[in-house]
């Protein structure tokens, strides 16, 4: 079980504990895995089939613009493929993408395609050890100069939008200041997130609806624990996609955008681990707390809530932070997200 887990129960102490705790952490080699790592790993199995299968695909044309490019997620299974077999050819994938992408500039769209499109390639060039300049060069315009079709930038994107546009940001950054090695942003944009967790709210614009929050005047990205609104356990729930299906009503009105908003929280979580700034235990495990909500709770009482198609993803991720038994032998249980993936690279003892 990863070393997150030992601190669950001293989150009691509050914020400063858990900071103290997290500068403690050491940082791990490799942003969203490593050669090592992967080398303990079988090169059979259902995991491992996937991750071939996605590597197996043509990413000749990366397109951060698309939010459905599966572009993204197939680099990063090249990358974990040469990483596990030194197979050149992955790697070759890897680097042609990001050359592309490098030479492009600005991809232009909007910044909920960059959120979700644009951390795998920052993961899959550490990976396999590309790092030159032009790279890093792109991926910090990509962060902080270059300006959406809507005039946002993928730094604004994250500290307003308090929804899945948002989280996918948040993701994405986390990728690109690992990536580039920037311990002062990376830290920053964590303590961000950290008051939209644990409040007061530092700057996040939530919707006109906002029946979800349990405290209307105390807006959190999660609901706190333990809590209620109109006899209803409303603990861990993402208010500002859930309102997506609605208002606060029993039974609520389905939406997939919670697990959506999950997907950037996922990504965001595993990065920071390895940086030595986990956050899988802030504001009483809101994550463990929100998935939940609709894994568990929600899937008990309404049905149809549980994680499935390209939101199965994060849940061996979700099993190895948590010690949780949520992964099943659902059809894409291995395989990737809008964002990232491929839990293969979960089964590291």
Excluded at 194 to 221: A, C, I, M, Q
Excluded at 258 to 285: H, K, N, Y
């Amino acid at each position: 079980m990863d070393h997150v887990l030992c601190l669950k129960n001293r989150l009691k102490f509050g914020v400063l504990v858990l900071l103290s705790v997290a500068a403690s952490c050491p940082a791990q080699t490799g942003i969203w895995t490593s050669a090592a790592e992967l080398a303990k790993l079988p090169t059979s199995g259902p995991a491992w089939e996937a991750v071939l299968l996605g590597a197996s695909q043509d990413c000749s044309n990366p397109q951060v613009a698309n939010q459905d490019d599966d572009t993204n997620a197939d680099v990063l299974a090249a990358a974990i493929v040469f990483a596990r077999t030194g197979d050149e050819r992955c790697k070759n994938k890897v680097v042609a993408a990001c050359e592309k992408l490098a030479a492009q500039g600005n991809p232009g769209g909007l910044t909920l395609a960059w959120g979700r499109e644009v951390g795998a390639y920052a993961l899959a060039a550490d990976l396999v050890g590309y790092r030159p300049p032009a790279f890093e060069t792109w991926l910090r315009n990509m962060a902080e100069v270059y300006k959406d079709d809507e005039g946002r930038t993928l730094q604004k994107t994250f500290k307003r939008r308090a929804n899945n546009w948002g989280s996918h940001a948040f993701g994405a950054l986390c990728a690109i200041y690992a990536y580039l090695r920037d311990e002062t942003a990376l830290t920053a944009i964590r303590a961000y997130w950290l008051k939209g967790v644990t409040g007061p709210n530092p700057g996040y614009k939530f919707g006109d609806e906002l029946s979800w929050h349990v405290d209307e005047d105390n807006l959190r990205l999660f609901n706190p624990k333990g809590a209620m609104k109109k006899h209803m356990n409303i603990d861990g729930v993402i208010p500002d996609d859930m309102r997506r299906g609605g208002a606060l009503q029993n039974p609520p009105g389905y939406t997939n955008y919670a697990w959506g908003f999950m997907q950037g929280q996922i990504m965001a979580a595993r990065i920071l681990e390895r940086a030595g700034l986990p956050i899988w235990t802030v504001g009483d495990s809101a994550l463990y707390r929100a998935a939940y909500c609709l894994q568990v709770r929600f899937e008990n009482l309404y049905g149809g809530w549980a994680a499935h198609g390209d939101d199965e993803w994060m849940l061996p991720f979700l099993d190895r932070a948590y010690g949780t038994k949520w992964s099943g032998q659902q059809k894409k249980l291995w395989g990737h997200g809008k964002n990232a993936g491929w839990g293969y690279v979960t089964l590291v003892n």
